[in-house]
C-alpha cells in the first residue's frame, strides 16, 4: 500500500527531481486501509511540498515491539519550534511556506492525527540531525 501511494506521487517527485528511499518491512496494520493511505499519502504529500528541488524522502516501515513504525522524513526547512503544537490542529499551516506551490488547506496533518488516533496509534515529531521534517507513527500490531 505505500509503495502504491508513493506512486501516486511520481509525477510530483519527478518535477522537483526528488529522490524516494523506501526502507519497508513486511508489516501488516489491522484497520482501516483507505484511512491507512491517507496517512502515508498526507505526510508523503507535504514531505514533497516542503522539499528543495533535488531533495530527497524517506518513507520507512519497521517493526519495535509490537508496534509498526511508519517515519517520513524530508529535507525540507522542517518545522518551526513554534508550530510543532499546532500544526495537527486543523487549517493551521505555520509560518514556513514551500517555495511555488500552491497553498493547501491546513487540514492534512489534523486528519493524519484524527486517523492515527483511530488506529490507538501515535504520532510525533522528530528532531533531525540534518533539518527538515520527520514525522514519526505508532501503531499497534494486535487489534483491540
Avoid: C
Avoid at 528541488?53 to 517493526?63: H, M, N, P, Q
Avoid at 518551526?80 to 499551516?93: H, N
Avoid at 492515527?116 to 499497534?140: K, S, W, Y
Wanted: net charge negative; charged share 25%; aromatic share 6%.
Amino acid at each position: 500500500m505505500i509503495e502504491k501511494v508513493a506512486a501516486d506521487h511520481g509525477v510530483a517527485m519527478l518535477a522537483k527531481n526528488l529522490k524516494l528511499g523506501l526502507d519497508l518491512a513486511d508489516l501488516t496494520v489491522p484497520g482501516d486501509e483507505e484511512k491507512l493511505a491517507t496517512i502515508v499519502d498526507n505526510l508523503l504529500s507535504n514531505a514533497v511540498k516542503f522539499s528543495p528541488y533535488g531533495g530527497a524522502v524517506t518513507i520507512r516501515l519497521s517493526k519495535r515491539e509490537e508496534q509498526a513504525v511508519l517515519e517520513v522524513i524530508d529535507a525540507g526547512p522542517g518545522i518551526d519550534s513554534e508550530d510543532r503544537e499546532k500544526v495537527f490542529e486543523p487549517f493551521y499551516q505555520g509560518r514556513i511556506a514551500p517555495e511555488g506551490y500552491v497553498k493547501g488547506t491546513g487540514i492534512g496533518l489534523s486528519v493524519v492525527a484524527e486517523y492515527v488516533r483511530m488506529h490507538n496509534g501515535t504520532i510525533q515529531i522528530v528532531d533531525g540531525l540534518n533539518g527538515g521534517a520527520h514525522f514519526r507513527v505508532n501503531f499497534p500490531l494486535q487489534s483491540g
